[in-house]
């Protein structure tokens, strides 16, 4: 398995080499992990994309103290001992200063012991809010955490719809299981509790047994915190064939590229929650205008976390003027009011830097900016 | 009841998806006694050639189907030139380990050849399906249905009917026998891992507008129409097929009776059961006097 997978790696490895070839000491290297194989290889790509845009933006501008940022990825296989083997192989090459971890909150659990091991500042976009809660130093979130998308789903639900008997489907992952617990809890705050919360395993072939019980369950909205879009295009397709058709607000991955793809249809009229959309600020906006030229694609957040977590990086260690860690791990904290594609960072001792959401709709497939919902804490 | 109908119907057919793949299995394991961990592949393969066909070439939905089931049949032969063909002589294991790598090759493969990005493939049919009494009729879980049903009568036509199914039983049932009577074996083989190719590939086609076709889609079915393989009976045509039903029917009601996050256990737990309770499976000779 080892060796085909290292060999479909090998292309996109030699790729970043090829941007950033230079003397060992001339550059400054960060380690990344990403899905280049497994279930969620297409946002590995996406993720790439990010990287080449950041690394471009980064050593244009001069670089990192006057050298060239250099980025080596690991793939992850979408698995977590994947993502462990892979973050321990970045961490054994010796010569990252800083790390980008995953986007899927359960594969930063898994390498989080090892990143206490390895001591050096991990960049990630999980949403998981315990992630950031468990004293770990070395962990930085690029995206905000779930106890804001929890509140902003609630919110909206609640204020703006007007909503009172919901449903809330999740992945039983640790991103899933997070999402919903807050979710529970923000709602408790309106004094709502959902009618049903059902769970779901990863990587279903079907869903009907999911729907049957949402449609018995008789809800006037649907919530949902998926993880995979393979599962949420199938999931919206059978909801719409058995018949529900109230509205339906989503975590981001209701809004990400892949999930509009395979959905299609049954995704129209639905509303998200997302942490990054293009006109939610101008940064977002500029964004989306390069990706859109370099890669004839609408980015997602696939891409903006790692773009924004590897300039976050460049900007903490010209700050710091060194690459120790724990002098990037200061500057990373004392970074505020620093205008991401994600929003403004306005970085915490725990490491959270974002606290705010865009709320958005699904008008027959084109994503159309609502309001924007931020939090002081 | 309503539930319960819509339950059935759906898990009838995500069965019949588990039973044509492990047909495929059973063909292989009766002609050659090979175990092939690539069947799940041969229906990821076969849902990227009909999207290369349909999606890329613009080809007719059908001639795109038949297309690819025929360049299936291809793949099958050269597959088993090289993963069965030079190992043949050195018992089960080798073989094994080869159809396990060759899984691994393929999806990687794929990967490099078409990219991660996950394809959309429309059903068989424009409409999505139509309201019976309380069930919504999925169309292409009954263009799946109907297809198992159809491909099982014209495999026991050509077993039971036919020189060539008679000349392929007497090859799955003793090698030197059947060359002693004039039998070509090697073709026969050669032919069974076309057909199981082709019913691999057939299975990928018909579930790809369900599931989608991503580079993955192939193990989340091999692994349970493996275990349709032991509950059905180990090597048994009708076991594969009753197995593959009884498995799906059984995960979609435990999930949708019991508890959904367990779906996956609730097949599980059958195969446990069985192999503790009928180790020979519903259709299976005793495992003791196979050895």
Same mark, same amino acid.
């Given at each position: 398995m080892l060796i085909s997978r290292r060999h479909a790696l090998l292309g996109t490895a030699t790729s970043f080499a090829i941007i950033g070839r230079a003397r060992a000491d001339d550059v400054v290297r960060v380690g990344g992990i990403a899905p280049i194989t497994g279930p969620a290889a297409e946002a590995g790509r996406f993720l790439q994309n990010g990287v080449a845009l950041a690394l471009e933006a980064i050593n244009a501008k001069g670089g990192v103290l006057g050298k060239k940022m250099e980025f080596v990825v690991e793939d992850d296989q979408t698995t977590n001992p994947g993502a462990v083997l892979a973050f321990s192989r970045l961490v054994s090459r010796g010569d990252c200063v800083a790390y980008t971890g995953s986007i899927r909150s359960t594969q930063v659990n898994a390498i989080a012991p090892d990143v206490l091991k390895a001591a050096k500042p991990v960049m990630f976009g999980g949403t998981d809010p315990s992630l950031t809660q468990a004293g770990n130093p070395w962990l930085f979130r690029c995206r905000p955490n779930d106890s804001f998308s929890a509140r902003v789903i609630a919110d909206f639900g609640f204020n703006t719809l007007k909503k009172t008997k919901w449903v809330i489907v999740h992945s039983t992952d640790a991103f899933g299981n997070g999402g919903m617990k807050a979710l529970v809890s923000s709602l408790d705050a309106y004094g709502i509790k959902p009618v049903l919360v059902q769970g779901y395993t990863n990587q279903q072939t079907d869903f009907t047994p999911v729907v049957l019980a949402v449609k018995q369950a008789e809800p006037d909205v649907v919530s949902s915190y998926f993880t995979f879009e393979n599962d949420l295009g199938i999931f919206a397709r059978q909801l719409r064939q058995l018949g529900v058709t109230v509205p339906w607000v989503g975590s981001p991955s209701i809004i990400n590229t892949t999930a509009l793809n395979l959905a299609g249809r049954a995704l129209f009229g639905t509303y998200g929650i997302a942490?990054?959309?293009?006109?939610?600020?101008p940064e977002a906006k500029a964004y989306a205008e390069t990706y859109l030229a370099r890669f004839k694609a609408q980015p997602d957040n696939q891409s903006t976390w790692v773009y924004d977590a590897l300039m976050l990086l460049a900007k903490a260690m010209n700050d710091a003027k060194s690459t120790e860690p724990e002098a990037i791990r200061k500057a990373i904290v004392a970074i505020k009011g620093y205008k991401g594609t994600e929003g403004t960072y306005n970085f915490d001792e725990k490491g959270d830097g974002l606290r705010g959401y865009n709320v958005v709709r699904n008008e027959n497939g084109k994503i159309v900016f609502d309001k924007r919902v931020e939090f002081t804490s | 009841m309503a539930i319960f109908l819509q339950l059935l119907f759906t898990g009838l057919g995500i069965g019949a998806i588990y039973a044509l793949v492990a047909l495929g299995f059973v063909l292989l394991i009766r002609a050659a006694s090979v175990v092939n961990f690539a069947q799940g592949q041969f229906a990821m393969v076969g849902a990227y050639m009909l999207v290369v066909c349909f999606n890329v070439l613009e080809l007719p939905y059908l001639v795109s189907m038949a297309l690819s089931v025929v360049l299936m049949g291809l793949f099958g032969v050269i597959f088993a030139f090289v993963t069965y063909w030079p190992l043949r002589h050195r018992g089960g294991l080798p073989v094994i380990i080869s159809t396990i790598g060759a899984s691994i090759f393929l999806e990687n493969i794929v990967l490099v050849l078409y990219g991660p990005s996950p394809a959309v493939l429309p059903g068989l049919f424009d409409s999505p399906g139509f309201q019976v009494g309380p069930v919504f009729m999925d169309s292409q879980y009954l263009s799946i249905l109907v297809s198992v049903a159809l491909l099982v009568a014209l495999q026991y036509f050509i077993f039971e009917k036919t020189l060539l199914g008679k000349k392929l039983q007497a090859t799955s049932q003793d090698k030197e026998m059947a060359s002693l009577l004039g039998i070509p074996v090697a073709g026969m083989i050669l032919f069974t891992f076309a057909y199981s190719a082709m019913l691999g590939g057939l299975a990928g086609m018909l579930v790809a507008p369900v599931?989608? @076709?991503? @580079?993955?889609?192939g193990g989340l079915i091999a692994l349970k129409a493996f275990a349709a393989n032991i509950i059905g009976g180990y090597g048994s045509i009708p076991g594969a097929i009753l197995g593959g039903l009884a498995l799906g029917v059984a995960e979609t009601l435990g999930a949708g009776y019991i508890s959904v996050p367990y779906k996956d256990a609730f097949a599980f737990a059958m195969l446990l059961m069985f192999l503790m309770v009928r180790p020979q499976g519903l259709f299976g000779e005793k495992i003791s006097e196979k050895a």
């Open positions: 942490d990054y959309t293009p006109d939610a600020s | 599931l989608f @076709v991503s @580079v993955g889609m």
